[in-house]
């Protein structure tokens, strides 16, 4: 059973959330939660499998909550999903920067919110698909996330590990790639582990981002209208 906390300032949203999670066999919604400092409450008392915030919330937003809940001094890790009505802005950026699982807008298909609940909850990372391509552009135009060079990665990161990292950089999942290098879930999920820390990041989204950013994944121009 997936444990949830929800979080969301509007009763509208947060009880349409709750009520979409809870009709899932596989989901339990532990908590509701209607401001920052409730969700960072609850969610350290109940340490939920995934916690889904929303940015802006009375007291702590959302990001706020996050940094506690998964930033590199929390401790218990909870993964948090951020869900929002915001666009790509500063808000996308310091959600990932928080080490965040996943980004999803909230006009997403009902069926997208409950994959990326379950992804999440699994170890996997996800991103709007809506927004992917922009953060990426705006990221490496920014560069803002360059903790380590490419060079110093190449040096540092194993060849399996940056087999793992260009499959994880094209938006695979750890089942996709253990079956892209003929291994283990388990063995993906180790050098996975290695990896991050090497990088210099957070999060599998942070991972993909910094491949594109730092050249080691090229991003491919927009289509020709």
């Not at 059973?1 to 009763?11: K, N, S, T």
């Not at 008392?45 to 995934?50: A, K, M, S, T």
Request: proline content about 5%; charged content about 25%; some cysteine.
């Amino acid at each position: 059973m997936i444990r949830v906390l929800v979080a969301d300032d509007q009763p509208l949203v947060r009880v349409g959330l709750a009520a979409l999670l809870s009709a899932e066999d596989d989901i339990d919604v532990v908590a509701a939660a209607a401001d920052g400092d409730e969700a960072l409450r609850l969610a350290l008392e109940l340490i939920p499998d995934v916690a889904c915030l929303d940015i802006r919330m009375p007291g702590r937003d959302g990001i706020d909550v996050a940094e506690r809940l998964c930033g590199p001094d929390a401790d218990p890790r909870v993964p948090v999903l951020i869900l929002t009505t915001f666009d790509i802005d500063d808000y996308v950026f310091r959600a990932l920067e928080a080490g965040v699982s996943g980004f999803l807008l909230k006009d997403s298909d009902p069926d997208e919110i409950l994959r990326a609940v379950r992804h999440i909850a699994d170890g996997h990372g996800t991103l709007d698909h809506t927004l992917t391509r922009r953060i990426v552009d705006e990221y490496v135009q920014r560069r803002r996330l360059q903790p380590v060079t490419a060079t110093r990665a190449t040096e540092t990161l194993t060849a399996r590990e940056r087999d793992i990292l260009l499959l994880l950089a094209q938006g695979m999942s750890n089942e996709q790639i253990a079956g892209e290098l003929f291994v283990e879930v388990a063995t993906v999920k180790s050098h996975l582990a290695r990896l991050l820390p090497k990088l210099g990041v957070q999060s599998r989204l942070q991972a993909a981002v910094w491949a594109y950013q730092n050249r080691v994944v090229a991003v491919d121009p927009p289509p020709s209208h």
